[in-house]
């Protein structure tokens, strides 16, 4: 396994209100990734970070923010949440960036299935 | 063209048989290509990286063709347990920013009956 938790796993929460996703790695990677899987459109980047306190956008990243106040933790914020961001969540890690090292990818949480009603 | 195109299946087969998907990424400057499997309700897990000259492991053997742009994914002596969702991913160059980060495509079901 590769160390990555996510909490928490199932939530469902009402139109409107915000809600946090949490990401911990022990394995003190320093990249750490969050995506939404959604039905036709496969895994899509939201957000990510390259180091603490350092983020980017990602692909599909409005309505969405994100902080990593530590190495190991990588939140993920829905605002104001909307029935369009019901989605399976994934974090993902990776020790440096995919590609930059023969055979470096990224490894994934168990993922966290939100619902917005 | 979409950056990573794969078959969505579902491939049905039975047990025994060999199996191959196909993918197609449209950015010909792509460094790096992986296959990653993912069971239904679970994280994606790698399953092997594609290099250049072909790789296998076991059953399962990874070809990439540069000059027409495609992966290819074999799998032998198919098993009950291979049935999953198998996804293609492509690195594509780092210019920085949120580039170079990998590009998943929507995947290929695989139903191995007995």
């Known amino acids: 396994d590769a160390g990555i938790t996510q909490s928490p796993r199932h939530k469902v929460t009402e139109t409107g209100t915000p809600v946090t996703l949490r990401c911990h790695q022990t394995e003190n990677h320093r990249y750490m990734y969050w995506y939404r899987q959604d039905p036709g459109h496969g895994l899509r980047l939201i957000h990510y970070?390259?180091?603490?306190?350092?983020?980017d956008k990602g692909e599909v990243s409005d309505g969405y923010s994100v902080s990593r106040s530590k190495t190991e933790d990588f939140l993920l914020t829905l605002e104001s949440a909307t029935s369009s961001q019901t989605s399976v969540y994934f974090c993902?890690?990776?020790?440096?960036?995919?590609?930059?090292?023969?055979?470096?990818?990224?490894?994934f949480g168990e993922g966290s299935w939100l619902t917005v009603v | 063209r979409k950056e990573v195109e794969q078959d969505p299946g579902p491939f049905n087969v039975p047990e025994g048989a060999t199996v191959a998907f196909n993918c197609t990424y449209s950015?010909?400057?792509?460094?790096?290509f992986f296959w990653y499997r993912q069971d239904c309700r679970k994280e994606p897990k790698l399953l092997m990286s594609?290099?250049?000259s072909g790789n296998e492991d076991g059953r399962f053997t990874a070809q990439l063709n540069r000059a027409s742009q495609y992966i290819s994914l074999l799998i032998r002596d198919s098993k009950l347990s291979d049935s999953a969702t198998y996804l293609c991913v492509v690195n594509p160059p780092n210019y920085g920013g949120s580039q170079g980060n990998l590009i998943f495509g929507k995947g290929t079901k695989l139903s191995v009956k007995p």
């Open positions: 950015n010909s400057a792509s460094q790096s």
């Open positions: 993902a890690i990776s020790e440096s960036k995919p590609g930059t090292t023969s055979g470096n990818t990224i490894y």
């Open positions: 970070s390259y180091g603490v306190k350092d983020t």
């Open positions: 594609v290099y250049s």
